[in-house]
């Protein structure tokens, strides 16, 4: 019995599975389900639409920036379990308000000054949501799973978010919005009752005050958590790595609408690609580690996946010259489009960018884990969680600079390739520290 398979039939696995793998569905159920109506069915503007991608994006990323040094010292200081049967029954209410805001969108009630800020609220909420859950789906690894569980364990939970994201993103794209509201409402109710079965988690250390301070603690807990050179490497590389991803996720509604003249289907085709090509590189890594937590592939993983975002930016720009119009009367569906002459070759490069950028992001999360003293996990990820924000605000920023500047979408993915070089670079110098520090267990606080 493989490590993958005894894990997904424990206890102590996989209710926590089940719980993060059902939030991550309804995140993206409801982000795309919002996304991809406003973006078909309100907006008529190339400009208008990248502008709410990039707003939905970065009220999402937020209570990331904001909220996570708060969230990891609870997650330490707290039993973990507690804490996600609390966050769990939270999600039940933010998704009643967002599902009343799709439906207020779908009968045209008040659409922009009462259904959209309802469903961005909603979706600022599910950010504040994720930002707490994120520091403790992580960090409870180590403390119910033996050292040679760690990176199995963590490559499921990667590996099944984005399926999670895939099956999220699928019905997102071809159920009606009214149906989306009920769905988001049923799934955190499932989610909730999953929730109950996580076994208990108990702090690793004596608590400690709770710093309040948002600003105060995020800061201390940043200069802290990075003073050693393997997790400020790590979280680096990681950073740069999620704001590469924000700067992707935002193009692709708006690229596929109005480079490619495809339907909001085909949107969720690419980012069902993506999330496919993610959960196969989280598995196959761990297979090529042979559940050694390591930084070997890092470099390798980014480089290839730049090389695949140059073929898919060229297939990209030769798709504008096989239609000379720029665009079709009726905007494409899944089989029409994938019988075009360049579909599939499009296809699989983001398949190999997908794969690549799991090969790479899952090793540095497990490294997180288990380079640090288990009572400093969940500050340690909230950290990482914290820079990553910053980050991936960043790469909403500069999409969104870019798009009013005028700058073409399908130029904005050579910026994505520029930005894997810097990934790259930091995950050699990890790879390099990873070796000298072998076997250390660092201690910040």
Known sequence: MTTTTHLIRQRRFLPLFVTQLLGAFNDNLYKNAMLLFVVYSIYNSEKQEARFSA??????ILPFFLLSALAGQLADMRDKAKLIRIIKACEVGIMLVGGCGLLLAWNRISVEALSIPLMLAALLAMGVHSSFFGPIKYAILPQHLHENEVLAGTGLVEAGTYLAILAGTILAGFIPVQWAAGAVVGTAVVGFFASQAVPPAPPMMEPEPIDLNIVRSSVRLVRM???????????????????????????????????????????????????????????????????????????????????FVILFDLVCRSWIRHTPS?????????IAFVHQPLALPLLATLLGIAIAGGMFVVPLYAFLTTVVDKAE????????????????????LV?????????????????????????????????KVERAHAGEIEHTF
């Not at 707003?55 to 999402?60: C, N, R, V």
């Not at 993610?278 to 090389?307: C, E, P, Q």
Request: net charge positive; hydrophobic share 60%; proline share 2%.
């Open 55 to 60: 707003i939905a994006s970065g009220l999402f």
């Open 377 to 396: 996990t969940s500050r340690t990820i909230a950290a990482n969680n914290i820079v990553n924000a910053g980050a991936m605000v960043i790469g909403s």
């Open 399 to 431: 999409a969104v600079g870019l798009s009013a500047a005028g700058v073409a979408i399908v130029h904005q993915l050579l910026l994505s390739a520029a930005m894997c070089s810097v990934t790259a670079y930091l995950g050699h110098r990890l790879y």
């Open 225 to 307: 958590t990075t003073r050693h050179p393997r997790v400020f490497l790590a979280i680096a590389a990681i950073s740069v790595f999620w704001s590469i991803g924000a700067v992707l996720f935002i193009q692709f509604p708006p690229l596929a609408k109005n480079v490619l003249g495809a339907s909001k289907s085909v949107a969720s085709l690419f980012l069902v690609i993506f999330s496919v090509g993610v959960a196969i590189g989280s598995m196959s890594v761990n297979h090529l580690l042979r559940g050694k937590v390591s930084a070997r592939y890092a470099a390798a993983s980014v480089v290839m996946m730049a090389v």
């Open 326 to 334: 720029g665009h079709a009367v009726e905007l494409l569906d899944v």
